[in-house]
């Protein structure tokens, strides 16, 4: 079964700017941190993506 992580860290990447989002008014930096994860999950959805292309290229 081929995993994929390209959706994964999408998800995660909502995730973390929803959660920045509800935690605004508790933590005075959430915000920050929140889109902070997200770059970092989106960064890691792309490179994902992109070895997935470069794998399925025929040869």
Do not use: E, H, R, W
């Not at 081929?2 to 973390?16: C, I």
């Not at 700017?17 to 915000?31: D, H, P, Q, W």
């Not at 902070?36 to 960064?43: A, D, Q, S, T």
């Amino acid at each position: 079964m081929k995993k994929n992580y390209t959706v994964l860290f999408l998800f995660l990447f909502l995730s973390s700017i929803m959660g920045g989002l509800a935690l605004k008014n508790v933590l005075t930096y959430s915000m920050v941190i929140g889109y902070g994860l997200g770059v970092i999950f989106l960064i890691c959805s792309i490179y994902f993506a992109m070895k997935d292309q470069k794998n399925s290229k025929p040869q």
